[in-house]
């Protein structure tokens, strides 16, 4: 390959080829006289794997990015300034080398073609030849949904003008990873938005941080607040890289998130005489070490978080979901927590007839200078229920106005675990017993029938536009987040980068009209999991006694009119 007088004076200049001088008064050419063997874009090919696999290859490129530390990816990319002009090929590519370069340096690399792990790499890598500096290379502008194959960019620097949200921070504290997406955050395809399955994967791109580290004593994204999911970015620009199944975007300016969504500091305003809420505890257990926190230190980060969200909802009656079924053990230390913080007898909790034999069971708090149990608590002896419901009527503790009955609920999870049959996933989206799920709707719906304005709340494991909750709108329940709620707020549980609603407050059909308002307060689905009760991977200075990443569940309330 030629080179030019300019890259040949800035070479000698940067006192690069001593070598190449001495060799050259022996007759033999320098390491930046030997050219290269093959373009990028050959290196590249035009499918998903390079056709020159375990071939050894030189090539010449501009280092566009440099990960070359230990903690990071042990390399560096090189993209060709003069691009080949084949949208089928990159231009990009990885070398898995330590030997030092800069951004901006045009090298001369010796190594072996491979994949590894869906990246086209040189490695191992014989010669990395520095052959001049201060090179620049602009980013291909780009956009989700992509309008080519992304194998047409790998290893490429890339910039994403558009603004980008946060969909999916899981594995945020652990890899250092972020779910991006155009157009807003990702819905579950099942909860009724109008999403796809193939259209929501078109919209994403993970963000990575350009690092093998796993739980860095310094989460990437974090500084100086927490990343919250749907918050945004805008003119990301980073490479194209590919592993562990997926591309992924190394970044070589550090991202700016804007706080587009600000954490609540309360619920919304829901009105009427009393609010009923429903929450997921994420595994309230006073047993150590089974499923809810280990240690007696996590628990007491634990429930600090649980009174922290409970004082916040401040609701009149609470269906709890996911607390350790231990008789009153569990739910009378949380009671009284509760009440230390709120006052001396505030809170009371209904006992469950029928708790059932899983280690968790549904629970039922109220308060009872508000409200008034009418009759006994009652329950199902139907083996449909892994979980059985808890149902209560309450009156106004003052007298007077109409009674309502709550109806307790956590449905069988979307966990394939032992499913078989009917219950095995169905490839509709629905996952794992969702017939289950659907015959435990039927036998609520069933159940509801003799009661006084039922209220089914809980988490029912099933999106809004699913069989179960369909069941259940067909037995004359109305959904009432779907009344009172935006549709863009209307999701109570992140998955797989995915928000939807599993938790539900539905009325039957002479109660309804008495829903005054209906909110999910969203403390818990847009945290990262660092910021929650464990302290396995999570850094001890994130961790606040506040309600935020109290539970993986938001809680969701209703108010009632019952004068």
């Known amino acids: 390959m030629r080179r030019t007088a300019a890259m040949i004076a800035s070479t000698l200049a940067a006192g690069l080829v001593t ?53 990071r ?26 030997k030092e370069v800069a951004t901006g340096d045009r090298v001369l690399v010796t190594g072996k073609a491979v994949e590894y792990g869906g990246l086209t790499e040189l490695s191992p890598v014989s010669a990395v030849d520095v052959c001049g500096s201060g090179e620049t290379i602009e980013p291909v502008t780009v956009k989700l949904p992509p309008t080519q194959d992304p194998e047409s960019h790998e290893g490429m620097l890339l910039r994403y003008g558009q603004r980008l949200t946060a969909t999916e921070t899981y594995q945020l504290g652990r890899y250092g990873e972020v779910t991006l997406s155009s157009g807003g955050r990702l819905f579950q395809p099942t909860d009724g938005h109008g999403s796809t399955q193939a259209g929501n994967d078109r919209r994403r791109l993970l963000l990575d941080d350009g690092s093998t580290v796993q739980n860095p004593a310094e989460v990437p994204f974090t500084g100086p607040r927490s990343l919250r999911i749907g918050d945004t970015t805008t003119g990301l620009t980073g490479i194209l890289s590919q592993g562990f199944g997926g591309y992924r975007l190394q970044p070589t300016r550090a991202p700016h998130f804007a706080r587009t969504n600000p954490r609540p500091v309360r619920p919304a305003r829901v009105g009427g005489d009393v609010k009923v809420a429903a929450f997921n505890t994420l595994n309230w257990f006073t047993t150590l070490d089974v499923r809810g926190a280990d240690t007696a230190g996590e628990q007491e980060r634990q429930i600090a978080k649980l009174v922290a969200a409970l004082r916040g909802l401040d609701a009149d009656a609470v269906g709890l979901m996911e607390v350790e079924n231990n008789g009153d053990t569990a739910i009378k230390a949380l009671v009284d927590r509760l009440n230390a913080a709120v006052g001396a007898g505030t ?39 892994d979980r059985p419901p808890l149902v209560q009527t309450f009156r106004l503790a003052s007298g007077g106005g109409v009674p309502f009955t709550m109806i307790v609920n956590h449905f069988k999870s979307k966990g394939c675990g032992e ?15 969702n017939a289950r799920r659907v015959a435990q709707a039927r036998a609520i719906a ?11 709340l809980g988490d029912l494991n099933a999106y809004t536009a699913e069989d179960p909750v369909r069941t259940l709108t067909s037995a004359g329940f109305a959904g009432q987040t779907e009344r009172f709620v935006r549709p863009e707020q209307r999701y109570s549980y992140v998955f797989d980068g995915q928000a939807g609603e599993l938790d539900h407050v539905l009325a039957g059909r002479e109660l309804s009209p008495r ?27 994130l961790y606040r006694p506040d309600a935020y990443r109290s539970s993986d569940h938001d809680p969701v309330m209703v108010g009632l009119r019952l004068r």
Do not use: M
């Open 19 to 71: 070598t190449a001088g001495a060799g050259a008064a022996r007759g033999e050419p320098g390491p930046c006289e030997t050219p290269a063997t093959h373009r990028i874009a050959q290196v590249q090919g035009q499918g998903a794997t390079t056709p020159l696999n375990g071939q050894t290859v030189r090539i010449e490129g501009v280092v566009t990015g440099d990960f070359q530390e230990a903690d």
């Open 347 to 385: 809170y009371s909790w209904i006992r469950h007839p029928n708790p059932g034999t899983d280690q968790i069971h549904v629970a039922l708090i109220y308060k009872s200078a508000r409200l008034a149990p009418s009759g006994p608590a009652r329950s199902s002896a139907d083996p449909v229920f």
């Open 515 to 541: 829903v005054s308002g209906a909110t999910i307060w969203h403390i818990n689905s847009d945290e990262p999991l660092i910021l929650d009760y464990n302290t396995e991977y999570n850094p001890p200075a």
């Open 419 to 433: 499913a078989t049959g009917p219950d095995l996933d169905q490839g509709d989206g629905q996952g794992c017993y």
């Open 446 to 456: 069933a159940l509801s029938a003799g009661e006084r304005n039922p209220l089914v």
């Open 73 to 98: 990816l042990k390399g560096f990319f090189v993209q060709d300034p003069a691009p080949d002009g084949d949208p089928r090929t990159s231009d990009g590519l990885f070398v898995y080398s330590t």
